[in-house]
């Protein structure tokens, strides 16, 4: 057992321990306050990230369907496929310019709901139509102009209700459904440069989300 040693022959003590022991509180508050004021900070940052990236992906809201200018294609043997989802779509605001059979029936069969097909200055507008065929793709191809092509395909019953409308906006405004929602449907690029329905022209626009 060590002997303890005290008086004049005792070593001397460490001056800095005392205000060691008196500043940790001081540390420990500061510490904790810097750490509060971190969290605070990337909060603050992640929702603006949100807000910015909502309003980006609204963008194709902001768009007036009036403007938007639509040919729907009939790509089955239905009688008056065309006409009857064209008026439909006009219920709803869509400027339609032309009905018909798909031109493109012997070289793009469409098997599915529907196709969308569209030019660079069209990808808004393609987004928007889209949307109101469940299961609709999209195809861009090498025309000008922002003339959509909404071509009805064998597998086509119906538009989108209201309802899933709203589903659909909610589901690009909401960062945690975005993260888990499924992937969109896929922009098919033709293997070659092929000639393009004429077009008229209209305003130009970006891509969507």
Known sequence: M???????????????????????PGMAFLLVLSAVAGFTWFKVIDQ??????AAACNNTDRISTSKLQ?????????????????????????????????????????????????????????????????????????????IVDLVLGQQFQRLSTPAELARGRQGLLAPAATAAAKPAASVKKPAGKQPAPATSPGPAASPSC
């Open 2 to 24: 060590g002997a303890v040693f005290q008086g004049p022959d005792a070593p001397p003590r460490a001056k800095h321990t005392f205000r060691l022991r008196r500043a940790l």
């Open 48 to 53: 603006a990230d949100d807000r910015v990236s």
């Open 70 to 146: 639509v040919r729907v294609y009939n790509a089955t043997a239905r009688e008056g496929l065309a006409r009857r989802v064209a008026g439909q779509l006009a219920g709803r605001g869509y400027a339609i310019v032309a009905t018909d059979n798909d031109p493109l029936s012997g070289i793009r069969p469409v098997d599915g709901t529907a196709e969308v097909r569209y030019g660079t200055a069209g990808a808004r507008a393609a987004a928007l139509v889209r949307r109101q065929v469940p299961g609709a793709t999209l195809y861009e191809d090498a025309r000008e102009g922002s």
